[in-house]
């Protein structure tokens, strides 16, 4: 299972921390992340940290702005989000079993999400 939290309304330029309670597997059985979906648009891939070496990957569109991290015993991940801006709203969901394939982030499962806001 995968529970995100810590959404909310946010000013543009400002900061939010998105964590995920994960149970049922272990991050070094499956590569964790992140990914978005705002109001009309299609899913987009937001981060994915290795099971092999911890790397992560990262969308073009928050790559510098946003970083994935995982505490293993605490099985939850998250999500730092600086330099917030007005296109980064959306429902976010941590996944579990990410991927990239041909440059595009995948996931395989995922839980409830929680919505971001950013105004300007």
């Known amino acids: 299972q995968l529970q995100a939290s810590g959404g909310g309304s946010v000013q543009a330029g400002g900061s939010l921390r998105l964590s995920c309670a994960t149970s049922?597997?272990?991050?070094?059985?499956?590569?964790i992340g992140w990914f978005r979906q705002a109001p009309g648009k299609e899913r987009e891939g937001v981060s994915c940290i290795s099971k092999y070496d911890g790397s992560t990957l990262y969308g073009d569109s928050v790559k510098g702005r946003f970083a994935a991290s995982s505490d293993k015993a605490k099985n939850t991940i998250y999500l730092q989000m600086n330099s917030l801006r007005p296109e980064d709203t959306a429902v976010y969901y941590c996944?579990?079993?990410?991927?990239?394939?041909?440059?595009?982030?995948?996931?395989?499962?995922w839980g409830q999400g929680t919505l971001v806001t950013v105004s300007s």
């Open positions: 996944a579990a079993d990410c991927d990239e394939v041909h440059g595009v982030l995948i996931y395989a499962h």
């Open positions: 049922g597997f272990t991050f070094d059985d499956s590569a």
